[in-house]
């Protein structure tokens, strides 16, 4: 294992244990105050454990038993990157110079490491604004750059820290398919409670609940066979496979998903179109207005969900008020219409 952690910090209620593999991302999935960003600060070097070790390659990065420590690492010697939300670029550097700061940082030369700069702007599709200062960036421009600042240097650990919670939703989905292609060979810990970011850019989930680790396996089995509270809560996603065209997503019944965005993918890549049952709505008649997205399809089960009920059907899943369960005489067999406003599909590179 390249990355190992065992730790309990009582005053945060943590008591977590981790491990990812060379050039794996691990997403640690919760809610807000589960402990996923005390465990990225144990990693990173910013807090300390009470109890516990941690390692990369081997080597001791941090160590305690009953609050004493018995290793330690300073942030700047391990190795690891940490990426929050705030990007934090240096406002007095461009952003040429902003990646290659951590280059520079390590003993790199001015010019190899303004090389490396380069090349990085090249793989984040920023070349062109590569002596803008920071200031001149959009939200999703300057956490590209963040991005790129962090991975220049080379790091064996990088750290995402709900990266795209920030970020305005029409930058999200560009922002994941970069971040799908950085992080195909580096390994990773990304810490969010978005079941997107890791369906898309996780291996393996680690579901993090009240401190504890409360589930883990292989993301498509966790989120589609979930054993804990929150990833019940949160996963059964409505995903349609297909290819992409000029038109949108061409699935292998024939039909046409449009979604939001235009991915910069070739014709023919195999894509996937993703929303959430809440975008779903269901008709008895074919609807008209504003969808794009309609589905014929029959109602297999109706559940409880929350304050609503979830409605599943042979295509899609819809979360739907009891009102109109009772209103529109859903049951198992009934024939309905679904329908999916563009805007409110994702489509990706899978």
Aim: charged share 20%.
């Amino acid at each position: 294992m390249t990355f190992t952690l065992t730790a309990t910090v009582p005053s945060r209620g943590l008591d977590v244990r981790l491990d990812v593999a060379e050039g794996r991302t691990l997403a640690l999935l919760g809610p807000n105050g589960a402990g996923k960003s005390t465990a990225l600060g144990l990693a990173a070097g910013t807090l300390r454990p009470h109890d516990g070790e941690i390692t990369l390659d081997g080597r001791a990065l941090a160590g305690a038993r009953d609050g004493r420590r018995t290793a330690w690492v300073p942030t700047h010697r391990r190795r690891v990157a940490l990426l929050a939300q705030d990007p934090m670029l240096f406002p007095h550097l461009s952003v040429r110079e902003n990646i290659a700061f951590g280059p520079r940082a390590q003993g790199t030369g001015r010019r190899e490491a303004a090389a490396r700069a380069d090349r990085w702007l090249a793989e984040i599709g920023l070349t062109d604004l590569a002596d803008r200062r920071p200031a001149a960036l959009s939200g999703g421009q300057a956490q590209r750059v963040a991005i790129a600042r962090s991975l220049a240097a080379a790091p064996r650990l990088l750290l995402l820290d709900e990266p795209m919670a920030a970020l305005d939703v029409d930058v999200t989905p560009a922002l994941r398919q970069t971040l799908q292609h950085l992080l195909a060979e580096q390994t990773t810990i990304l810490a969010t409670h978005d079941v997107l970011d890791a369906l898309l850019l996780a291996d393996e989930v680690a579901v993090v609940d009240g401190g504890r680790v409360v589930e883990r396996g292989p993301t498509a089995e966790v989120l589609s066979r979930p054993r804990s509270a929150f990833a019940a809560s949160i996963a059964g996603l409505n995903l349609l496979s297909g290819t992409w065209t000029s038109e949108g997503v061409a699935t292998a019944g024939g039909e046409v998903v449009h979604g939001h965005g235009a991915p910069d993918v070739a014709l023919g890549t195999p894509m996937t179109a993703v929303c959430r049952p809440a975008a779903v709505a269901v008709h008895l008649d074919p609807p008209h207005g504003s969808p794009r997205n309609t589905f014929r399809a029959t109602v297999r089960s109706l559940a409880p969900h929350g304050d609503l009920v979830r409605v599943r059907t042979d295509r899609l899943a819809a979360d739907v008020t009891p009102g109109s369960v009772a209103e529109l005489g859903l049951a198992p067999g009934r024939e309905v219409w679904l329908a999916v406003k563009a805007a409110e599909v994702d489509v990706y590179p899978v």
